[in-house]
């Protein structure tokens, strides 16, 4: 989720990014022109900042802003390149959502959650529960089918957003923003430690262990990894034919992702292998642009997204938390630690009983959120007696969940 200020359209914010890598890799960076001063492995800020988990991504905002460019035109432009350089953890047909601050002090959300196929059903899956995930965020079902392969495909929508965002709040088009993904892409790019370990990770809490995602295609195998293996830290990769598929985007518009072109070619392969979803899904994507949730902690307004992300879970805490003296509790000590698992708790019990997409689900959200709400919280935790969080184990009868 992207919290981002804006200057009126064509503002130059200024030449800013930080990224932050481990030591080994300090001298395979790639540097920003040197009208950047390097300072402790970062760049010296002026009137804008770029913070992205990988450095090629923040470089291209950086580069975006220099360029005369605003903060929309460089999130978007580091969003882009992070799809390259980090492909498990985001892609352009992704989904998040951006929440943008304009400078009259006005907040808008645009929610681009994936989408459920319109084929799906609410118990297609019913009879597939084994059990929910260690980290109870998400299930598994047999054969993993909602975690890997064809049938767990949601609609996507980080490319529409990313294009809706720029036509509304930025400078450019998404298309003028494709060299940096599309270079990357083609002449590859540096694994970095946190990439190669997140490749290689065996067992992420229940989940399909992340080389049979890599593998599991031939088409992905023969992209990810290098003589059966994911690649290692140091490493260079390649990825050409997403650097073609960024250039037909680049020379067709995203309009070729979603109605063209590429649309069709998905929608074929998804018909092949027995998909749910359709070309419909794409041409009907819609993104949702709302107003976010507002509340306070301290003295401080928190302003936050809204269902079906985690917002109304954050405010919820932090309500809880308000009923107490956190910072007489020291940082980190074992009564601060104690009391924040079980205010974590009853949020994530609340979250399971109460919380999903408006649109589907009636949310209590005034009560959740409300400090009446937040008082009997915190008199239940004052009592000691502790939270429990229900699961779904491979033990229980799936008959009685």
Not at 31 to 47: A, M, N, Q
Not at 222 to 246: C, E, Q, S
Request: net charge negative; with cysteine.
């Amino acid at each position: 989720m992207y919290y981002i200020s804006r200057k009126d359209k064509g503002a130059k914010l200024g030449t800013c990014a930080v990224t932050r890598e481990e030591t080994f890799f300090e001298t395979n960076w790639h540097i920003l022109p040197p009208s950047r001063t390097s300072i402790s492995g970062g760049f010296r800020v002026t009137h804008g900042m770029v913070v992205a988990p990988q450095p090629e991504a923040a470089e291209a905002g950086a580069l975006v802003l220099d360029g005369g460019g605003n903060a929309v035109d460089a999130a978007i432009a580091a969003a882009l390149v992070q799809t390259v350089v980090d492909p498990l953890m985001c892609g352009i047909a992704g989904f998040g959502v951006m929440h943008v601050r304009l400078p009259d002090g006005s907040h808008t959300c645009i929610d681009f959650h994936g989408r459920a196929p319109l084929a799906a059903t609410e118990d297609m899956w019913a009879d597939k529960l084994v059990a929910e995930t260690e980290d109870g965020f998400g299930f598994i079902l047999e054969n993993h089918v909602n975690d890997i392969g064809y049938g767990s495909i949601t609609a996507p929508g980080s490319l529409l957003a990313f294009a809706e965002a720029l036509a509304q709040f930025g400078t450019v088009k998404l298309e003028d923003l494709l060299d940096e993904p599309i270079r990357y892409a083609d002449e590859g790019f540096l694994v970095r430690p946190h990439v190669a370990h997140y490749w290689n990770l065996t067992e992420p809490e229940g989940r399909v262990p992340h080389i049979q995602r890599l593998s599991r295609l031939p088409a992905t195998a023969a992209i990810y990894l290098a003589n059966g293996k994911p690649r290692v830290a140091g490493d260079v990769h390649r990825n050409a034919d997403m650097a073609k598929t960024l250039g037909r985007i680049q020379a067709d518009g995203v309009a070729s992702f979603y109605h063209g072109d590429i649309a069709d070619e998905i929608a074929t392969d998804m018909g092949k292998h027995g998909a749910m979803l359709t070309k419909t899904d794409l041409t009907e994507y819609r993104t949702v642009t709302n107003e976010p949730l507002r509340g306070a902690y301290r003295g401080y307004e928190v302003v936050t997204n809204q269902l079906p992300g985690g917002g109304a879970m954050v405010l919820e805490m932090l309500s809880i938390l308000e009923q107490f003296d956190v910072a007489g509790m020291g940082h980190n000590s074992a009564d601060y630690l104690s009391l924040l698992a079980e205010v974590m708790k009853i949020a994530t019990v609340d979250k399971d009983r109460f919380m999903g997409d408006p649109r589907f689900v009636d949310v209590p959200l005034t009560r959740l959120l409300s400090t009446e709400y937040a008082n009997q919280c915190g008199q239940r935790i004052r009592s000691g007696k502790k939270v429990h969080v229900p699961r779904v184990n491979r033990i229980d009868s799936k008959d009685t969940t």
